[in-house]
């Protein structure tokens, strides 16, 4: 069966450091794999979606980036966090079909300080 | 574009109460349905969908039917419990293109039910 792995599960960082999430999926190859931010009290944004290894689409500009160093892997990074960057970041994997489902990580809770 | 429009809440509900979260969505051509669900603290789990019009996608005693001619796809439940307090997000995804299976999500429902 397939899992998608999510860490680190909660991360508290000062504004201006660096940032890296990593997102791993098992029991599938090729998926889609997505990246969405999910802030307080609202629904979820869209930030990457790849469809294949080193393909990164961006849905909204931000000082955020995305690589897929890997088939069932997908790393979001940044290289200096804002206060903005706060929320909870969720991992999402998807095999392209007619109706295709996506199926989320546990999350990881950013707290940028 | 594509988009959903869910009722506002939080919805507050006691146990065994009916439930009906309204959602309505635009978008160009057969879009699919799917209702998600949230726990505290945790990602999202597919609850139902449905895939072309008249549909019922239905589990955990939860229902919705995907009304083309209405453009909503309402979630539904007759007897609601504790533990179905969560955040529901309605979505689609748009048919056929260059997708790639992107959903757009509606703002989220809170529901919390009272014992």
């Known amino acids: 069966s397939q899992t998608i792995h999510q860490w680190p599960a909660t991360l508290v960082q000062p504004v201006g450091s660096p940032l890296s999430l990593e997102c791993t999926v098992e029991?599938?190859?090729?998926?889609?794999l997505y990246w969405y931010r999910q802030a307080a009290g609202r629904g979820l944004q869209l930030l990457f979606y790849?469809?294949?290894?080193?393909?990164i689409s961006s849905e909204v500009p931000q000082n955020l980036s995305a690589s897929r160093p890997q088939d069932r892997q997908f790393i979001l990074s940044s290289k200096k966090l804002l206060l903005s960057d706060s929320g909870f970041y969720l991992c999402?994997?998807?095999?392209?079909?007619?109706?295709?489902?996506?199926?989320f990580g546990p999350g990881t809770r950013l707290t940028v300080t | 574009g594509n988009s959903v429009t869910q009722m506002e809440g939080p919805v507050t509900l006691s146990e065994e109460a009916f439930l009906t979260i309204n959602c309505t969505y635009t978008?160009?051509?057969?879009?699919?349905l799917f209702w998600y669900v949230q726990y505290p603290g945790e990602g999202l789990q597919l609850l139902l969908k449905?895939?072309?019009?008249?549909d019922k996608g239905s589990n955990k005693g939860f229902e919705a039917t995907y009304r083309k001619e209405t453009t909503s796809f309402h979630l539904e439940k007759g007897s609601v419990q504790v533990s179905d307090s969560a955040v529901y997000f309605c979505?689609?995804?748009?048919?056929?293109?260059?997708?790639?299976?992107?959903?757009?999500f509606g703002q989220g429902t809170i529901l919390t039910v009272h014992p």
């Open positions: 999402a994997w998807s095999v392209l079909s007619a109706a295709p489902v996506q199926y």
């Open positions: 029991g599938t190859s090729n998926p889609n």
């Open positions: 790849s469809v294949g290894i080193g393909q």
């Open positions: 978008a160009t051509g057969y879009p699919s």
């Open positions: 449905a895939t072309k019009a008249d």
């Open positions: 979505a689609l995804i748009r048919a056929g293109g260059t997708s790639y299976g992107k959903l757009t």
